[in-house]
């Protein structure tokens, strides 16, 4: 009996040893993979949440988090606008949780889906939108051009079509300082 006891108790110090180990080889790989990610890794993880980016220039701009592009993400506001904010902006982020999107190897449409394009896209659209800057300067109008490093921006009342007769100026606005491309809604009416 006393050697079947000393069999059993070997054993369980065995496996206790064997699970330490285990349970420090899985901690080290989880810093390992953990070290390796990115924040925009941390955000993609919560598509379709609700998330607050605390913004250079722009503060916090809270929303559904509804896409990840290369260097911008997409929110929708409580009001449904969308906002569209520049990644290099972005100071903070609250509502992460612990979700986490597995880091993926970006396909060359998706690579190429930047900042640049999707403003490209509004100024097709050709819809109003208010675009706030890293000094917390406020700008409204519509987007009529996007250089390689630069926007220009037909500034007018946002209750009016981009015409001729609305545009009070046009202004030229050096991409780096963009941190909020939003919606305009329209007023009542």
Known sequence: MRW?????DLEARFEA??????????????????????????????????VVLQCRGAGPVAGTLGDVGSDWLLLVDDQGRENLVASAAVRAIGGLGRRTAPAEEVGPVRGRLDLRRALRGLARDRAAVQIVLDDGTSLVGTIDRVGADYVELA???????????????????????????????????
């Open 17 to 50: 040893e064997q699970d330490a180990a285990d349970r420090a080889e899985t901690a080290s790989r989880v810093r390992h993979e953990v070290g390796a990610l990115r924040w925009a890794d941390r955000v993609a993880g919560a598509l379709g949440a609700p």
């Open 155 to 189: 500034e007018h009342a946002a209750d009016l079509h981009r015409r001729a007769e609305a545009v009070q100026g046009v202004r030229t606005v050096v991409l780096d300082a963009v941190v909020v491309v939003r919606s305009v809604l329209p007023g009542p009416g």
């Open 4 to 8: 079947q006891q000393l069999f059993a």
